[in-house]
């Protein structure tokens, strides 16, 4: 299995016009930290409408998966004027080709999310959100490199202990992927998301944003509840991502309301 080249020429486009509960953002301290995982072990998350979008990796076909922390900040109404609201969020997602449209998009498993306004993606939208409380501690050097960036989440659902470094000497992993361009494509280009809704049916939303820039960076330390509990990565193997990366802020747009499949 070869993986194709995938060029960021093929995949940016403008930013459709926000209306309605569009709402615009940044997401501050944004982190990929990613496993490669034994397919197998998604055979009952993933539903038939999507296929793992595999590679090959250490001479096995392997899935990704991304744990993603950040705070959200200046979230607020893309169309009208709003109040700004700043949150702390975890998202663990899935690398996958939706095989009705072959968009590569991504199936998030869950999120935790620290704030009051988790009642309406919750309750009202139904999506995979759980509340988690949150202690980031990120310091970085003049030239925004991370001297540290710890995360620490309590929470019923996904509790997790993060603990990252970063300097000019870090390199790139894509192994797999056949340049660095098709890595990154791959894993901060995904701009559909799916998802079982907690009330069992198949949701979706999509967001938009302009390329990202993330620099790569070094675990020294990881526990992800999680991940161990879905026997997806154990404690030990989470000390072994496939790659990891930062970027300090970037910019999305959101477009709400989340849409339920088959409706």
């Known amino acids: 299995m070869t993986f194709p080249n995938l060029n960021f020429q093929d995949f940016l486009y403008p930013r459709p016009k926000p209306t309605g509960l569009d709402v615009q953002c940044k997401l501050q301290h944004f982190a990929l930290i990613t496993y490669a995982i034994d397919p197998i072990r998604f055979k009952d998350i993933i539903p038939a409408r999507f296929k793992l979008d595999t590679i090959q990796y250490q001479g096995k076909e392997q899935a990704l998966m991304s744990v993603v922390p950040f705070i959200t900040v200046d979230f607020t109404s893309a169309v009208c004027p709003f109040p700004n609201f700043t949150m702390e969020q975890t998202d663990y997602r899935v690398y996958v080709v939706d095989q009705e449209t072959q968009e590569r998009c991504v199936w998030f498993i869950g999120t935790t999310l620290d704030s009051w306004t988790l009642l309406v993606p919750r309750h ?135 849409t339920i499949l088959g409706e």
């Open 124 to 258: 009202l939208w139904q999506l995979p959100w759980h509340p988690a409380s949150f202690e980031f501690d990120c310091q970085q050097d003049n030239a925004g490199l991370y001297t540290q960036y710890k995360v620490q989440t309590q929470s019923a659902w996904a509790s997790s202990a993060l603990h990252l470094t970063q300097s000019e000497s870090d390199d790139w992993n894509y192994s797999g992927f056949p340049n660095l361009e098709s890595y990154q494509v791959f894993l901060t280009h995904p701009l559909a998301g799916f998802y079982h809704r907690r009330d069992g049916k198949l949701g979706t939303y999509r967001v938009w944003h302009e390329r990202l820039q993330p620099k790569p960076a070094q675990l020294l330390h990881a526990k992800f509840e999680l991940l161990a509990r879905m026997k997806l990565v154990s404690f030990e193997n989470q000390l072994q991502p496939y790659s990891v990366l930062i970027e300090p802020v970037n910019e999305f747009t959101i477009y709400l309301p989340p």
